[in-house]
């Protein structure tokens, strides 16, 4: 399953970045994500819970980041096995380029499955995968709207 687009964040190229780096921002976005922390420079680990059609689990993902053009673009590739549940392998490119309302968040991404999740049916998966990165844009919106508006507050705060 392939998929690609972009979107308007009306954020400074650099505010979008540092969020695509942080950990907790991310795992806050990804719908159902219950754990995300980088364990080393380029990895990350964590746990999510998701319901695709009759299939509902807890699965963990291994995530790691590479052709990194600091400011601008990487790549990130993403594994987790589900048990019986089958498994998900993942590749997603980002690229960041500055337009007049903010930054264009530029995406795209190649997802393959196995086991139980493959028999869905590539419809019903296909439609809740445009449906999770939906879902992680607005989230991830949201929480880059939620730090910056706190740091505004803080700095026009009175001492």
Same mark, same amino acid.
């Given at each position: 399953?392939?998929?690609?687009?972009?979107?308007?964040?009306?954020?400074? !190229?650099?505010?979008?970045?540092?969020?695509?780096?942080?950990?907790?921002?991310?795992? !806050?976005?990804?719908?159902? *994500? #219950?754990?995300?922390?980088?364990?080393?420079? %380029?990895?990350?680990?964590?746990? #999510?819970?998701?319901?695709?059609?009759?299939?509902?689990?807890?699965?963990?993902?291994?995530? @790691?980041? @590479?052709?990194?053009?600091?400011?601008?673009?990487?790549?990130?590739?993403?594994?987790?096995?589900?048990? @019986?549940?089958?498994?998900?392998?993942?590749?997603?490119?980002?690229?960041?380029?500055?337009?007049?309302?903010? *930054?264009?968040?530029?995406?795209?991404?190649?997802?393959?499955?196995?086991?139980?999740?493959?028999? #869905?049916?590539? !419809?019903?998966? @296909?439609?809740?995968? !445009?449906?999770?990165?939906?879902?992680?844009?607005?989230?991830?919106?949201?929480? #880059?709207?939620?730090? %910056?508006?706190?740091?505004?507050?803080?700095?026009?705060?009175?001492?």
């Amino acid at each position: 399953m392939e998929l690609s687009g972009s979107t308007i964040v009306p954020y400074p !190229r650099d505010v979008v970045w540092q969020s695509l780096y942080d950990a907790e921002t991310m795992r !806050r976005s990804i719908s159902g *994500c #219950i754990e995300l922390e980088w364990i080393s420079e %380029n990895e990350l680990q964590g746990k #999510i819970k998701k319901k695709f059609g009759p299939v509902k689990a807890t699965f963990p993902i291994n995530l @790691s980041v @590479s052709d990194v053009e600091e400011f601008e673009s990487y790549t990130m590739q993403g594994s987790s096995k589900g048990g @019986s549940f089958g498994y998900v392998n993942g590749e997603a490119r980002f690229k960041l380029v500055d337009v007049d309302e903010g *930054c264009e968040l530029f995406y795209e991404a190649g997802v393959k499955m196995g086991g139980k999740l493959a028999q #869905i049916g590539s !419809r019903l998966m @296909s439609s809740a995968a !445009r449906k999770i990165v939906g879902d992680f844009f607005e989230a991830f919106f949201a929480e #880059i709207e939620s730090q %910056n508006s706190s740091e505004t507050d803080q700095e026009q705060e009175p001492d």
